[in-house]
């Protein structure tokens, strides 16, 4: 008997069904890259990537949480195909940056599903914006702890891909990010290197990845006060095959949002999301449609 054959896997495949629109918005003078999906009459869901990322991470994602929500998936300022300006990317910018974008897209209110970076800056806007966020989803966040070792190792990585962007230096990346060698699908690695072979990158990967020095990533960081104060209704989910950095971060703040839970994800790493998202999706369309 022939073994079952191993599905295609490719960014297209997990859009083809699905409704949505990619364009460009002015976001206080940044043209930034905007996907969404979903009926703008549906509830809002904001989707932020991590450090060096695009909306495509949500790909996998974006078919089953817009038949709910209302998504917008962005490439934030400094990343992906937005505009890159020239000054340093800290929380407080990117948290200015996705106000910015709601308020262009007419959004009031939005529940949160970040990634790591993002994760972090869904957590900050939390706390500046209460009043616009009803439930958070955080995938392997950032923002509590932060290691020598792994700043040093990130701004490495980053850096090399993005001064020598071959695909052998791309794929490296996506070594740390994705547990399973049969996701770290060549779509996504096409679509890193075309990000990284743009001549703003290169002039801006210092900015971007300001937050891996110690002194910028220090005073960006949330007390443990400042996760505890997070009133928003969270969801934390916990990559068991992720860097410890993050699975420590992921079940510490966990534990200090009063209102938090966790979703165990053991067998994938730090893009839990994109790695199983039928596991993911059913976590995430579960708890934020609860009411």
Known sequence: MTAPETPYRSL??????????QHWIDVDG???????????????????HGTGG??????????ALSQHFHCVAIDMVGNGF?????YDYEIAVYVDHVRGVMDALGLQRASFIGMSLGAWVSARFALDHPDRIDRLVLLS?????????????????????????????IKAMFDHLI?????????VVALRQAIYRQPETLQVIDHVLI????????????????????????LVVASGKDHGEYQSTAR??????????????????????????????????????QR
């Open 252 to 289: 510490r703040v966990a534990a200090l949002i009063p209102d938090a839970e966790v979703f165990d994800m053991p067998e994938v790493r730090h893009w839990p999301h994109f790695e199983d998202p039928e596991a993911f999706n059913e976590a995430a369309v579960r708890f934020l449609t």
């Open 141 to 169: 966040p950032a923002g509590l702890i932060a290691t020598e070792s792994n700043m040093a190792r990130i701004r490495a990585e980053r850096t090399k891909a993005v001064q020598d962007p071959t695909w052998e230096s």
């Open 179 to 187: 547990a399973d060698e049969r996701n770290r699908i060549p779509d």
């Open 82 to 86: 937005s505009d890159k300006p020239d």
């Open 211 to 234: 937050l891996q020095d110690p002194a910028a990533r220090d005073r960006n960081l949330l007390t443990e006060a400042q996760w505890s104060a997070i009133k928003a209704p969270t």
């Open 12 to 21: 297209w495949t997990s859009l083809m069904d699905v409704s949505f629109r």
């Open 54 to 63: 695009h909306w495509e991470t949500f790909a996998p994602n974006l078919k």
């Open 30 to 48: 940044v043209s930034t890259r905007v996907a969404e999906a979903g009926s703008p009459d549906l509830p809002g869901l904001v989707l932020l």
